[in-house]
């Protein structure tokens, strides 16, 4: 097999790279253009929500500068997990913005749409065959969290991609996709060893973050028969061995096995050798596939509506009493909404905001505390009103030694309350089998 | 008594991160082999002394890993809080470190 050279712009689109890279590594004749623009990592928020999570601007930004040099270069350009969450409004949005820009630049090329949304009905279907495994969610996916389920997308493995690279797309706009997968589908259509293919997707998908110095940039990975390697388009920046290495425990809980829809790759193995002073030659990883196709599910529901209020607290007779009045302001705003859905949590910034439980220092050391009131109820408004409730309470809370009778809080902002909108948790995050690895990822073809 | 360091003075890099919404990881990395070795060696790095520096059970420790090809220590919690779940204090999970910054391993 010929090397499959895989240029990545950046480790999620629209965080930025540098254009001089870019070019340089275009330069090194990459065979596509991929990039990762997903992940659960920002919260449920823009699964559930379907908004972009990264803004319109920076996205088309990247977008146009990888289309302008993909189609001018005859290469193909794949973005997996659009959007943020991957759902099908988040692929209409981004393939919205790559009809722009081929109307802009006056360019024509195949456009693919992949979307990733699972029918609920298909989910309830699974759990009621008993094809449905929980691994690491804290709870087991039942047909009641499923109703309530607002957004539920698959992780697709690179099989739809590929699919749709081999029909002719030019530009490949994936829904919910592995976060490898935009990366290995075009080397593993075009034959490279699997094994190699995914663990490149694995590093490349990061971008430079990989590199020494890390960071979102450029990356360049060229596979072969039993190896690949990487080189990070800024000459600034270098692929150390220490650097590539190390890349196999970020944001994952095991580094030597990883597992992925429909296999399971092994890295016990590697071999991570420097080839020159900005390439690292890796080597090593094996692959199983398992008998069963399992894709994982990710779902948002709504817990409830949220408002905050930002104050601050300087005089030092509430600080060393901050417990006892938050304590009392919590149970008298309870006691007058009786509402069973309202929850009061108090951010304490300055003292366990950060670490709550699990913060070792227990004594407050500030000489002024931020405070910040989350309220959250099934009613925007209730919880908006307990927001200003508690924050008022706190405003004019009586106790000995109080000085400032005037008030006793500094609220950066009027208005003291916001309302945050609804609160996305996960509903979902389990393993679903599946017939075959395109039976839930539609392909959409269009010729721009 | 044996004279200890802080883990913050013999690795570069001390990190935590979410591993999905449900995993908060914890990486200590190494630039120099000795050093590595022995810390990984030392036996200051277990689910016991990982999970009392930051006061949870060791119950709470999902996995512990030595990854040498990076010089690298590696320890899993299951997170807190579900990600983003009500009460949430860190989405990314990514301030969280701190205890093992400060964690006693035996002086080099």
């Known amino acids: ?448 | 008594m044996a004279a200890t360091a802080k883990l913050r003075d013999l690795a570069p890099v001390i990190r935590s991160k979410n591993a999905g919404p449900f995993r908060l990881t914890f990486d200590v990395l190494f630039d120099d082999q000795a050093m590595y070795e022995h810390v990984r060696d030392s036996g200051a790095f277990t689910e016991k002394s990982v999970a009392a520096a930051f006061g949870v059970p060791e119950s709470q420790v999902s996995s512990l890993f030595h990854f040498d090809a990076a010089m690298a220590l590696k320890v899993t919690f299951y997170r807190p809080t579900d990600q983003c779940a009500i009460g949430e204090t860190d989405a990314y999970g990514c301030q969280q470190h701190v205890p093992l910054m400060d964690l006693e391993v035996p002086a080099p």
């Open chain 1, 1 to 448: 097999m010929t090397e499959i050279t895989v240029l990545t712009p950046t480790g999620s689109l629209g965080y930025g790279f540098d254009v001089e890279a870019f070019n340089r590594a275009m330069g090194m004749g990459p065979h596509v253009i991929a990039v990762d623009s997903g992940s659960t990592d920002p919260g449920p928020h823009y699964l559930g929500s379907g908004q972009p999570l990264v803004p319109r601007i920076s996205i088309k930004k990247e977008l146009t500068t990888m289309i302008v040099a993909g189609v001018g270069a005859g290469i193909p350009v794949v973005v997996g997990s659009a959007g943020g969450g991957g759902t099908n409004t988040h692929v209409d949005w981004m393939a919205d913005i790559v009809r722009e820009i081929a109307a802009e630049k006056g360019l024509r090329f195949k456009l693919a749409r992949i979307y990733a949304d699972i029918p609920i009905e298909r989910a309830k279907q699974a759990l009621r065959d008993g094809e449905v495994q929980r691994f690491e969610a804290s709870f087991d996916l039942t047909e009641d969290l499923l109703d309530e389920t607002v957004a539920l997308v698959g992780q697709m493995g690179h099989e739809p991609i590929s699919e749709a690279l081999r029909q002719g797309a030019d530009v490949v706009i994936a829904g919910r996709a592995v976060d490898d997968c935009a990366i290995s589908a075009f080397p593993i259509w075009k034959g490279a060893d699997e094994a190699q293919a995914v663990h490149m997707g694995k590093i490349l998908e990061c971008g430079a973050l990989a590199a020494d110095p890390g960071g979102m940039d450029v990356m360049v990975g060229r596979v072969a028969d039993d190896h690949f390697v990487v080189e990070p388009g800024s000459t600034g920046r270098r692929a150390t061995t220490r650097s590539i290495a190390a890349h196999s425990l970020y944001e994952r809980e095991n580094p030597f096995e990883q597992a992925g829809p429909g296999h399971a790759l092994d890295l016990h193995d590697c071999r991570f050798e420097q080839s020159d002073d900005r390439s690292v030659k890796v080597s090593g990883a094996k692959i199983a596939h398992g008998e069963d196709y399992w894709i994982k599910l990710e779902g948002a529901r709504i817990a409830g509506y949220r408002a905050i209020c930002i104050a601050g607290v300087r005089c030092p007779t509430m600080i060393e009493r901050i417990d006892d009045i938050l304590d009392d302001v919590r149970r008298e705003a309870l006691d007058y909404f009786q509402d069973n859905s309202l929850k009061i949590e108090f951010h304490v910034y300055g003292r366990d905001a950060v670490m709550r439980g699990m913060e070792p220092e227990k004594q407050i050391a500030a000489h002024e505390l931020g405070v910040v009131v989350d309220c959250v109820a099934d009613d925007q408004d209730v919880a908006h009103a307990a927001s200003h409730h508690a924050s008022g309470e706190m405003l004019h809370y009586a106790y000995p030694g109080w000085y400032n009778t005037a008030g006793n809080l500094a609220f950066p902002y009027s208005p003291s309350d916001l309302k945050a909108g609804p609160v996305y948790v996960f509903s979902a995050y389990h393993l679903m089998k599946v017939r075959d690895p395109l039976e839930l990822f539609p392909i959409l073809l269009e010729e721009l």
